[in-house]
């Protein structure tokens, strides 16, 4: 029996757990936005970071929500089933790779660049950990804790990519109007992430996207063949006992 089957069965543990989550990934979306140093950025509120962790809130709330109905519900065989509070798998599944996408990208791309801006101590501020990575790991922890595996379809790594393709065409559509500027860690820029930066880059932003989604993809269908070969295993049946 897997050391973490008991845990995905407790009611208990699955209210506490998302309920910390559902609170620590609101206040670090109000902290990143500066509120609580009075400084105030509603720009903030444009990055994939703050609108992956804004994604991650709200399906964290649905999630409680019917994890406290299925309770009061009192509905005695979900109790038989191996993951009881495991709800929307594939949508758990698109909404754990968006914000896999924040952790990712800021450790591997943007992390020196938020280091030459806000040094060190504010690389490890709690409010950055929380957004770029607490928060991440919150949301994967429950897919994996709660989340029936196998439920994936063939094509759900592309729609995977549907919430950072939607963002890709909001921070561009503002960048190329000159709607918004971005004036952070010293970035002055009409674009929210420098590898987005036509002005000056020009056509190599093209080149940036497509191995970053080319990256995501691989990622994206691992996980999907991954989900699918556990989903087999758990459902093979178990030798009788001679």
């Given at each position: ?95 754990s ?19 030459q ?24 922890m ?101």
């Amino acid at each position: 029996m897997p050391v973490f089957s008991p845990l995905s069965k407790s009611k208990y543990f699955v209210i506490v757990f998302r309920l910390f989550s559902l609170v620590f990934s609101v206040w670090g979306i109000i902290a990143i936005t500066g509120i609580f140093k009075n400084a105030f950025n509603p720009v903030t509120l444009l990055a994939y970071t703050v609108q992956s962790n804004i994604l991650v809130a709200v399906f964290f709330c649905v999630l409680l929500t019917r994890t406290i109905l299925r309770i009061i519900g009192k509905e005695k065989h979900v109790l038989m089933l191996e993951k009881p509070y495991g709800f929307f798998p594939r949508l758990s599944a698109f909404v754990s790779l968006a914000i896999f996408v924040t952790m990712l990208v800021f450790w591997f791309i943007l992390a020196p660049v938020y280091v030459q801006g806000a040094g060190m101590r504010g690389l490890l501020a709690l409010d950055n950990l929380a957004v770029h990575l607490i928060t991440p790991l919150l949301m994967l922890m429950d897919y994996l804790l709660f989340t029936e595996r196998g439920k994936l379809k063939k094509y759900d790594p592309l729609l995977c990519a549907v919430i950072p393709y939607a963002y890709l065409l909001e921070a561009m559509i503002l960048g190329l109007t000159r709607m918004v500027r971005y004036d952070s860690l010293g970035n002055h820029s009409y674009y929210p992430y420098i590898f987005l930066d036509i002005d000056r880059f020009g056509a190599w932003v093209i080149l940036m996207v497509a191995a970053i989604t080319l990256f995501f993809m691989l990622i994206a269908f691992f996980w999907q063949r991954l989900d699918k070969k556990l989903g087999t295993k758990a459902r093979r049946p178990k030798p009788c006992p001679t």
